[in-house]
């Protein structure tokens, strides 16, 4: 199955460059779609011209943030030098403490398909 989720910049390119492994997200009704084997092709926000393409290798849930980052390395982030508590902050500007605790959260471990990422 075919998957599109939106990327912020920084992590867009994290993840182009093969530095950033897993994506992350909250655990809610589309990524419970979301299987080993299927493919996500992320759009690079704000401008949304450029994608990329990766396939989902295993999917991790935990029942917060914090979990998850206490149990995969920083540099499967691309977030080495950050402290675990650095990194549940960052993640909250984007999903709220409410959301964490309705939903879970999930790691996608994701592979580049062709290592390319695509410009309009």
Known sequence: MEHTMRL???PFYSMKSGR???EVRLNDEKRR???VGDTITFTKIPEGNETLTVEVISLKQYS???EMYENIPASD???VGSSI???VEQTYQIYSPEKEKEWGTLAIIIRLMDGKSHKY
């Open 8 to 10: 912020n910049e920084t």
């Open 20 to 22: 950033k492994k897993v």
């Open 33 to 35: 779609r979301v299987k």
């Open 64 to 66: 917060s943030f914090k």
């Open 77 to 79: 982030f691309d977030a």
């Open 85 to 87: 508590g650095e990194m």
